[in-house]
């Protein structure tokens, strides 16, 4: 997860909305799922509440979210 600028986002959730499987970034704002393939929608969301959400396939070369 990226700001806008390209900064990594650390402590950013992303949620597995077809699961309900969360994820926090890492320093470099990366954070790993497991899913079957085809489509998943992940939903990243800031420690301000500021959100911002993406579906992408599984697989896929990239599944960078911009918040």
Same mark, same amino acid.
């Given at each position: 997860? $990226?700001?806008?600028?390209?900064?990594?986002?650390?402590?950013?959730?992303?949620?597995?909305?077809? !699961?309900?499987?969360?994820?926090?970034?890492?320093?470099? @704002? $990366?954070?790993?799922?497991?899913? !079957?393939? @085809?489509? #998943?929608?992940?939903?990243? !969301?800031?420690?301000?509440?500021?959100?911002?959400? $993406?579906? #992408?396939?599984?697989?896929?070369?990239?599944?960078?979210?911009?918040?």
């Amino acid at each position: 997860v $990226r700001s806008a600028a390209g900064d990594a986002l650390p402590g950013i959730t992303v949620l597995l909305k077809q !699961t309900g499987a969360e994820y926090v970034t890492n320093a470099e @704002g $990366r954070f790993a799922f497991k899913a !079957t393939d @085809g489509p #998943v929608t992940l939903v990243a !969301t800031a420690p301000t509440g500021e959100q911002a959400t $993406r579906t #992408v396939d599984v697989p896929a070369h990239d599944y960078d979210l911009e918040l």
